[in-house]
């Protein structure tokens, strides 16, 4: 059981906003640990897509963004497209685990 | 090009041993932290091991501390992951990945381990 939990799919049409959540507790968002996200298409590695909450890496498209707040964190995309059917994770650290943790992940379809 | 490259993965069995290897290019390995990151069907992304620049110092999940040892060559800009009395649930998909800001901003290709009998 992961220790970022996040909905197990979501789906919209093109042109869609979609909210992916990250809910963790004190010991890992809770503690102010930045939160990151990837996305993973199909038969590849995870892609770093959001990191430190709200930064995007170069080359990741403006229709992605991160937010945090208190235990809890959120990746919007806006205007959905074909090309976001991927999987989701968040990540952050736990410093009760003294570990780094991923979300369980979000399989997001475009209908 | 900036890349990672495992080898190394395969079938053992359980209570067996392992090493894994990452050639890394394109970028300055020996200014970097490195990780190694694991992906089983059952538990997902699971973050295994990271190793300063120098080499000086290791974290490791707990589950696998005292059985995988991760280590670094800088001159052979290579990541090594030793794994020792391997068990089922250590199956998975092993990425390299390079940890920079507490997050993992390049990742190879992974090489899968398998343990089984």
């Known amino acids: 059981q992961s220790v970022l939990t996040q909905p197990p799919s979501l789906s919209g049409a093109p042109g869609q906003r979609v909210t992916i959540s990250c809910t963790g507790s004190s010991s890992n968002i809770g503690a102010n640990f930045d939160v990151h996200w990837f996305q993973q298409l199909p038969g590849t590695a995870p892609n770093l897509l959001i990191y430190n909450n709200n930064n995007r890496p170069s080359g990741v498209p403006d229709r992605f963004s991160g937010s945090k707040s208190g235990t809890s964190a959120s990746l919007v995309i806006t205007g959905l497209q074909a090309e976001d059917e991927a999987d989701y994770y968040c990540?952050?650290?736990?410093?009760?685990?003294?570990?780094?943790?991923f979300g369980s992940g979000t399989k997001v379809s475009v209908l | 090009e900036v890349q990672l490259v495992e080898s190394g993965g395969g079938l053992v069995q359980p209570g067996g041993s392992l090493r894994l290897s990452c050639a890394a290019s394109g970028f300055s390995f020996r200014d970097n932290w490195m990780s190694w990151v694991r992906q089983a069907p059952e538990t997902g992304l699971e973050w295994v091991a990271n190793i300063k620049p120098d080499g000086s110092q290791e974290y490791y999940l707990g589950s696998v501390k005292g059985r995988f040892f991760i280590s670094r060559d800088n001159a052979k800009n290579t990541l090594y992951l030793q794994m020792n009395n391997l068990r089922a649930e250590d199956t998975a998909l092993y990425y390299c990945?390079?940890?920079?800001?507490?997050?993992?901003?390049?990742w190879g290709q992974g090489t899968m381990v398998t343990v089984s009998s």
């Open positions: 990540q952050s650290f736990d410093n009760r685990l003294g570990a780094y943790v």
């Open positions: 990945t390079r940890a920079q800001m507490h997050t993992f901003n390049i």
